[in-house]
């Protein structure tokens, strides 16, 4: 089961293909592959500010599974 790489909760929501939503830190992510390719702050006007300069490596995706 995927997890949130901020809070590293469980409780994620399905946004669209390929996106997922944690209910409890309130980030957005993309996977390929059953990783997370990109993670994302959602702001207070529905925009999103990118957040892979803190969760993801350079050139890899992050893979957080039990």
């Known amino acids: 089961m ?3 790489p ?3 909760s469980h409780d994620l929501g399905k946004v669209g293909t390929n996106q997922l939503y ?3 830190c309130f980030i957005e992510m993309t996977t ?3 990783k ?3 993670v ?7 925009s999103l500010t990118s957040l892979n300069d803190l969760f993801l490596e ?3 995706h992050v893979q957080f599974f039990d």
């Open 2 to 4: 995927l997890r949130c």
């Open 40 to 46: 994302y702050q959602v702001e207070e006007d529905g």
């Open 32 to 34: 390929e592959n059953d």
């Open 6 to 8: 901020n809070c590293n």
């Open 58 to 60: 350079e050139s890899s």
């Open 22 to 24: 944690c209910w409890q």
């Open 36 to 38: 997370i390719a990109s």
